[in-house]
């Protein structure tokens, strides 16, 4: 069964991974709103509660055995996404939304750099950076940049690296349903740490409609999206997807935010759907040789 679940076609990882990244930043902006009213602590602990629990009902991770050696990257892989989420709502409660994820994407295209082997690697994430500089000029910003937002947003990075890496190896066998059971690893932790900063304004109910709606959009829906495309893409050819990251952030910014885009930031944009969309056609071609090879 693990087997013919992986027989999916390489468009279709691609896409779902697209809708993931939509779903995510759309979220973003909505718990952004609820800022003022629960913090951002708050917001992580709600988000990951709700979440946690639409996933645990969908997906019954008890079900589920792991290996010993799938411990381990299971354990890594859902505290690193509770302390992802947690730093990453951190650094958007005081620097923009586009700026936190750009400096956020540095965990994902250190991963697509360290494991690309051949040239054209390199020019698809080459090309990615090009676009994420003209597309959020740190350069010109940065004196106005949060310090402490920026270092947030940075390990938040970090943290979506080793969310990348851990859970390829947890995931391979289960697939989505790992993602109930590391949502619910990183629910234990952030959840009694968030409820406690945040204090008794998390408990409204006035906050609970749009508290289920991010935790379906940032955390439900995008984590098992993932899985599936994490599970079914080479590791390096995922991180460079991601590159489009900051772009739908943008964009999620100009939707919600009614924030406006310079010829300058839609040459950046163009760049890295230009990266992503080679990324995918070399990706193609590499299944194609694998498929040779294993005979």
Request: hydrophobic fraction near 55%.
């Amino acid at each position: 069964m693990p087997g013919s679940s992986r027989k999916i076609p390489v468009w279709l990882s691609v896409l779902v991974l697209l809708v993931a990244m939509c779903s995510i930043q759309g979220g973003a902006s909505l718990a952004k709103s609820l800022f003022p009213v629960i913090g951002a602590p708050g917001m992580t602990a709600l988000r990951l509660a709700l979440g946690t629990l639409i996933l645990v009902v969908v997906f019954k991770p008890w079900r589920l055995r792991f290996t010993r050696e799938q411990r381990m990257p299971l354990l890594a892989y859902g505290l690193s996404l509770g302390a992802m989420n947690y730093m990453f709502y951190l650094s958007i409660q005081t620097i923009p939304l586009g700026i936190a994820v750009a400096l956020e994407f540095v965990g994902p295209l250190s991963v697509a750099l360290f494991g690309s082997r051949r040239p054209i690697d390199f020019v698809w994430v080459i090309l990615a950076v090009l676009g994420l500089w003209y597309l959020l000029p740190l350069g010109d910003n940065v004196s106005h940049v949060d310090l402490a937002g920026a270092a947030y947003a940075l390990g938040a990075g970090a943290c979506w690296a080793v969310y990348i890496i851990s859970g390829h190896k947890a995931g391979e066998e289960h697939g989505p349903a790992t993602v109930a059971l590391g949502s619910l690893i990183a629910a234990l932790v952030f959840v009694p740490l968030g409820t406690f900063q945040a204090g008794v304004a998390l408990w409204q109910w006035s906050v609970l409609p749009l508290g289920v709606a991010v935790a379906i959009l940032s955390t439900a829906l995008p984590y098992s999206l993932e899985m599936i495309a994490l599970t079914r893409l080479p590791t390096r050819t995922f991180g460079t997807l991601m590159s489009m990251e900051p772009a739908l952030a943008a964009l999620s910014g100009m939707i919600f935010l009614s924030e406006t885009l310079n010829l300058q930031q839609v040459g950046g944009l163009t760049c890295i759907v230009i990266a992503s969309i080679g990324s995918t056609m070399t990706l193609r071609r590499e299944v194609k040789v694998e498929k040779v090879d294993i005979g």
